[in-house]
């Protein structure tokens, strides 16, 4: 009988270790849990049980792209919409480009000149590149005997009394200046006034006998203009036309009163002014000082410069 339940109780413990075995593998009475790795949307989940810990990790967006949603790094989710190409503006040089992502898109618009001026070769209107060269001036290649200021040059006229006698003294511009005007060269907005201060002095034997009469005109030295009218208006203001950026532009020419008109210490000597009145930044009047011969008389000054410029003519370029 004792040999009976000495085996009754080595068969039940051994049915008991069985069932602890179970238990402990196949559930998870005792906490031996297998959890699962988190996920965007889970928390980790047991295996066995469904037990869960901790929380979702949530999704880990990369930034939206021009062509794509905003996608998850972890589970490839992908949340709201793509932002879509902003296009720059096309260019002389480069098409249409996306700021953000550099795609492009159409051609470059390509350059739009201008045609080209006296003062400026042909400009692209949309970005301002310029190309080739300025249109020649007429008088570019033209050898001229071009006063300077504070340098006397000989200067070569008829006499006061008789025209057929040749007189012969200097010509200077003494000063030059640019400003915006005074009371005796009015302003007006968008010119300037170029003014040159002229003295010619004589001193020969036939001056002092026949006295000297002196002629000037004005030109252009672009297109060598012959537009200036000799009559003035009641402001002493006599019109002419120049070639400026590719425009025929109005301006004026002022003679200011003389400063000397005399003989002083035996030389005949006249100062005076002389104004033009021209777009700000015009650089190509020129005074011409020739021969008062060719005028025949005083109601022919003011000759068109082709008439006059030759080599014995004296030029100064108000520039």
Not at 254 to 280: I, M, Q
Not at 293 to 312: G, H, I, K, Q, T
Request: glycine share 10%; hydrophobic share 35%; charged share 20%.
């Amino acid at each position: 009988m004792k040999r009976i339940l000495l085996w009754t109780g080595v068969g039940v413990g051994a049915a008991a270790v069985a069932v602890m075995t179970v238990l402990i593998l196949a559930t998870c009475v005792f906490g031996n849990h297998t959890f699962t790795e988190a996920t965007c949307t889970e928390p980790e989940t047991c295996t066995r049980c469904g037990a869960t810990r901790g929380e979702p990790l949530g999704h880990a967006y990369d930034e939206a792209t021009c062509t794509e949603a905003a996608i998850c790094a972890r589970c490839g989710f992908s949340h709201g919409e793509p932002l879509g190409h902003v296009f720059l503006p096309a260019t002389c040089l480069e098409p249409e480009i996306c700021a953000r992502c550099g795609q492009e898109q159409g051609k470059p618009l390509g350059h739009d000149y201008s045609e080209p001026t006296y003062q400026s070769p042909a400009i692209c209107l949309r970005c301002g590149h310029e190309d080739g060269e300025p249109l020649p001036a007429a008088l570019k290649d033209v050898p001229l005997n071009e006063l300077s200021v504070g340098t006397p040059m000989p200067y070569t006229t008829a006499s006061y009394e008789d025209h057929a006698v040749d007189v012969t003294g200097t010509a200077e511009i003494v000063d030059y200046t640019v400003f915006e005007g005074d009371e005796t060269f009015p302003p007006r907005e968008g010119y300037e006034w170029h003014v040159a201060t002229v003295r010619l002095a004589f001193s020969g034997e036939d001056a002092q006998k026949y006295g000297m009469q002196s002629a000037l005109t004005f030109g252009d030295y672009y297109i060598l203009d012959d537009s200036i009218t000799a009559g003035e208006d009641e402001n002493g203001m006599r019109r002419f036309a120049a070639d400026w950026q590719g425009l025929r532009v109005q301006c004026w020419q002022k003679t200011g009163p003389n400063e000397e008109a005399d003989w002083y210490d035996h030389e005949l000597r006249f100062t005076w002014k002389e104004g033009v009145l021209v777009p700000t930044g015009y650089d190509g009047v020129l005074l011409i000082l020739y021969h008062y011969r060719l005028a025949e008389n005083a109601s022919r000054l003011y000759l068109p410069a082709s008439e006059v410029l030759d080599d014995s003519a004296l030029v100064f370029r108000m520039k």
